[in-house]
Each structure stands twice: as C-alpha cells, then as structure tokens.
C-alpha cells in the first residue's frame, strides 16, 4: 500500500517532479519516474521487508534505463533529470 504523502511531509526524491515533468520529459523518463517512486515508498515503509532487494534491483534497472535516454530531454533538462536520478540512487541506497 503506497502511503499518499502532502505539503511538509513529500519525501525528498518526490519534490520538484511536476518541475521536471514540464521540461520535456521522454515518455521513458515519466513513465519509470512513477515506477521509482513508488518502490521508493514501498522501501521507505518497509525498509527491513524481504522483497527490498527486488525493489532496489529494479529501481536500479529503470535508474539505468533512465539515464540512457536522459540527453534526448536537452541539455539543462537532462541535468536536472540526472541529478533526479542521482538523488534517488542515494534515496535507494544504490551505488
């Protein structure tokens, strides 16, 4: 079950994608941004569970999938989704 955040309470690796959204965004990058998210939600409440490393293993996955088509978003939107990708990596614990 993904717990529905608001205001104060938005998770770090939630802020500013509406932003990111509206700066020409590549179908892969929406669609597996979601992806993330919510297995970032589901690690954030269950961090200890026995399907967290599933979950890294895939947000891992879409990370690097992610980063493959960050340039086709021009170069100041690809920063910003690189740096995206960069901070959900830590928020996942991935190298």
Known sequence: MVRVVRGSEIPPYRRNLHDLKSKGCTEATCGLSSQVIIHLDKLAESPESCDASH????IKSWLEQMENVADATGKKTSADW??????????????
Request: glycine share 12%.
């Open 55 to 58: 979950w890294r293993g895939e």
């Open 82 to 95: 690189l740096d995206r990708i960069r901070k959900w990596r830590q928020q996942a614990g991935i190298d």
